[in-house]
């Protein structure tokens, strides 16, 4: 096959090996990608088994493939399982027609429900409020000490069930929150790398009782996710609610409304209460760990680097003139050092340690190479952030490298790049910017007890995970 260099292979297990010892040797899977691409150079390929997997490491490279050459790479790898459960419905385990109306239609209902601008902005802050006036209830003179992960998870969990079903999560039903978090952690200690790779008939014939177990728990999240759409479809059924066609407020009645005007127009093919199901069990399942993760991750950098977390308040306080009022979303174009900090936290949470691999259907060229079709590849986001080529010394903190050079922000993709890139980017761009900047408007925030540690700690498995542990004191300004 012509694919760009990489480590010998062997037969049947390809590069695997490899794979594993510079893992072992690097201390982890980015810092082992790192070393190839140290090794063989930006776009490298792995053999895993009797499969080819490409690798770009670098921006442009990235930009050339997935963007401007996008429509070529739309078709997500999806391990076989995931395919079993999603029966090809929904937005992360799904290919082809359905997959590209749902995003058009999430991307679209977002834009009206005012994502990215001024009602996004209203819905974070009016949740960050209340999650404030939470903490400022518990305070002893002035300080409370909060459970990082619990804060974040909480807050984003809470933004997200307001877009998608219009309802946050406070005392009433808190309790509703945490039994979903349990299940989401019970599925992600349930699955390992032999059910993502292995056929669903192997599992099946050799694996019943764990066959039977994933599929459960993964239905149970689901139907949990989309209850309150299902409530609501019998509720407009039985007449006891009227869809809101002008202007629906939220995700699911925006999707009740389109399948209405799609049964009038006799086309009920695609809109179906099954697929909403899965779209909006993707976009809660896709939207919370991974903005709740990047804030914690955050906040273990900050309170390592006080004078970062001083010179953001600085400007913060300048341009919200002394924190007369909360910092919004059209304050961005001026806090270019707050912008930097933001974009510095996601290039070190860089949440994916391995991105997920698009299927390369035709002979192309990658970099100066050929590629033959049949391979996969993907810009693999957590080495191209880890590139000292790009970022020097990047394992430093170090906001003002983007102040020195204003172009190197846009090579943090941290949701990633081209046609699958991510449908949640504009939400998930305004949480991180209202919740960092409002909290270091408000609060002090230091460590409560020794300062945490900010390595990943599960650097062998594909995502990264910060110290979920850490304890911080906010003490009101
Ligand atoms: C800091 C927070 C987030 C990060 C770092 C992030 C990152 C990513 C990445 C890397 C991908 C895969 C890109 C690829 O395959 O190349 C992705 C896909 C996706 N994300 Fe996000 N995401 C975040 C927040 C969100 C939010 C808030 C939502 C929902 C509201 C969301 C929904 C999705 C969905 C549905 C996909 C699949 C898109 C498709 O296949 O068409 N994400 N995200």
Redesign the pocket.
């Known amino acids: 096959k012509k694919l760009p260099p990489g480590p010998t292979s062997l037969p049947l297990i390809g590069n695997i090996h490899q794979l594993v010892y510079y893992s072992w040797k690097e201390k982890g899977v980015v810092k082992a990608f790192d070393y190839f691409r140290q090794t063989y150079g930006d776009v490298f390929t792995l053999w895993m088994g009797p499969l080819p997997h490409v690798s770009i490491c670098d921006y442009e490279t990235s930009q050339e493939v997935f963007v401007k050459n996008g429509n070529k790479y739309k078709d997500?790898f999806l391990p076989p399982i995931f395919l079993h459960v999603s029966e090809n419905l929904g937005?992360?385990a799904a290919n082809g027609d359905v997959?590209a109306e749902m995003?058009r239609f999430t991307l679209l209902a977002f834009r009206t429900m005012g994502v990215g601008r001024d009602l996004m902005e209203e819905r974070i802050l009016n949740e960050l409020n209340a999650r404030c006036a939470e903490i400022d209830a518990d305070a002893i003179n002035g300080k409370t000490v909060v459970q990082t992960t619990e804060f974040f998870d909480l807050t984003v969990g809470s933004v997200?069930n307001s877009?998608l079903v219009g309802k946050r999560f406070d005392d009433s039903n808190k309790e509703e929150f945490f039994k979903l978090k349990h299940l989401l952690d019970s599925g992600a200690e349930l699955f390992t790398i032999f059910d993502l790779t292995v056929p669903v008939w192997f599992l099946k014939k050799f694996c019943p009782g764990r066959f039977a177990r994933i599929v459960e728990l993964q239905e149970e999240i689901v139907n949990f996710v989309s209850r309150e759409a299902r409530e609501r479809f019998e509720k407009v059924q039985s007449g006891e609610h009227t869809l809101n066609h002008e202007d629906p407020q939220d995700f699911v009645e925006a999707y009740l409304v389109k399948i209405e005007e799609e049964k009038e127009k006799g086309n009920a093919k695609m809109y179906t209460m099954d697929c909403l199901k899965h779209v909006i069990g993707?976009?809660w399942l896709?939207?919370q760990d991974?903005?709740a993760t990047?804030l914690v991750s955050g906040f273990n950098q900050l309170v390592n680097n006080p004078d970062v977390i001083e010179k953001c308040r600085k400007e913060i306080m300048r341009i919200t003139e002394n924190g007369s009022r909360p910092l919004g979303l059209k304050d961005r174009a001026e806090t270019h050092y707050l912008n930097a900090t933001i974009a510095e936290i996601?290039r070190h949470a860089s949440?994916?340690n391995v991105?997920?691999w698009r299927i390369n259907h035709e002979p192309t060229t990658v970099k100066g190479y050929p590629v033959d079709s049949g391979c996969m590849i993907?810009?693999q986001?957590g080495a191209l952030h880890v590139n000292n080529d790009i970022f020097k010394d990047a394992d430093k903190f170090y906001p003002e490298r983007f102040i020195e050079n204003e172009k190197l922000i846009n090579q943090v993709i941290?949701?990633?790049?081209?046609k699958?890139?991510?449908?949640?980017?504009n939400?998930?761009r305004s949480e991180?910017y209202m919740m960092i900047g409002n909290l270091i408007l408000r609060y002090d925030i230091k460590s409560h007890g020794p300062l945490p540690s900010t390595a990943d700690t599960l650097p062998y498995s594909s995502g990264k995970i910060p110290d979920k542990t850490v304890k911080l004191e906010f003490i009101k300004l």
């Open positions: 997500r937005l992360v997959w995003r997200i877009v993707d976009l896709a939207g991974t903005t990047t996601q949440i994916l991105n997920f993907t810009a986001l941290p949701f990633g790049i081209g699958r890139s991510c449908v949640g980017e939400i998930a991180l």
